[in-house]
């Protein structure tokens, strides 16, 4: 059993991977910056804790994923304003891996996009470069961290229901991806840790076992 600390803990996803990995046997702690969102959060078994990570110093952030095995960052500012696209998705994300550093987590999971980093090809004039450049930075800095990591680079989001089965490797390239084939492989991470580490993984729906994909070392 793992204690796991879910940031963005009311996004679609991650209401989706909370009841899984309690199911599990996890002890999950969903963090969520509105008190409206807590009684969702608590209908999925996991326990719910307020903190505008937005916000939050690195030291505040620290405080709450204190004896966190794993800590999946699921937020995002939701492509409102660049500002806060920047704020969130940058400059909290960073903040958080270095606080889980600080609280010595042990694994530190991702969700990201299918296409991210450096070289996303975004143009500058289009909505999406705010989050395109926001990510690449988010996902370079865990890169370069001391923690063991996963980033997870799932394709467009779909509200399928989850299937179990992934494509990934080399090759492919974007498609679409159930949020409920997502919230499995963030399952199946926990799970896996070790095969897991230090490996970005992007994914379509597909017709490999998921569980196949991230186990494989």
């Known amino acids: 059993m793992s204690r796991v600390t879910i940031i963005g803990g009311h996004g679609k996803v991650a209401l989706l991977a909370a009841p899984l990995l309690v199911a599990d046997g996890h002890d999950v702690t969903s963090v969520v910056r509105n008190p409206d969102h807590v009684a969702d959060v608590e209908q999925t078994g996991a326990t719910a804790t307020v903190l505008d990570v937005e916000s939050s110093s690195t030291e505040e952030i620290a405080d709450v994923l204190r004896g966190s095995d794993v800590v999946v960052w699921s937020a995002g500012a939701g492509g409102g304003s660049p500002e806060r696209t920047y704020a969130v998705d940058r400059d909290a994300a960073i903040r958080s891996m270095d606080a889980a550093a600080q609280a010595g987590v042990g694994h530190y999971v991702m969700v990201s996009y299918f296409g991210a980093g450096p070289d996303h090809g975004t143009p500058e004039d289009s909505s999406f470069y705010p989050y395109a450049e926001a990510k690449a930075a988010a996902d370079e800095h865990l890169q370069g961290s001391e923690l063991a990591w996963t980033i997870l680079r799932p394709s467009g989001l779909t509200t399928d229901a989850a299937t179990g089965h992934i494509e990934s ?21 926990v799970e896996h840790p070790e095969p897991a580490t230090r490996r970005i993984i992007a994914f379509n729906d597909g017709a490999q076992p998921i569980e196949e994909v991230v186990a494989a070392s």
Not at 169 to 189: K, L, Q, W
């Open 169 to 189: 490797g080399e090759g492919v390239v974007a498609g679409h991806v159930s949020r409920d084939n997502v919230a499995h492989v963030i399952r199946a991470v």
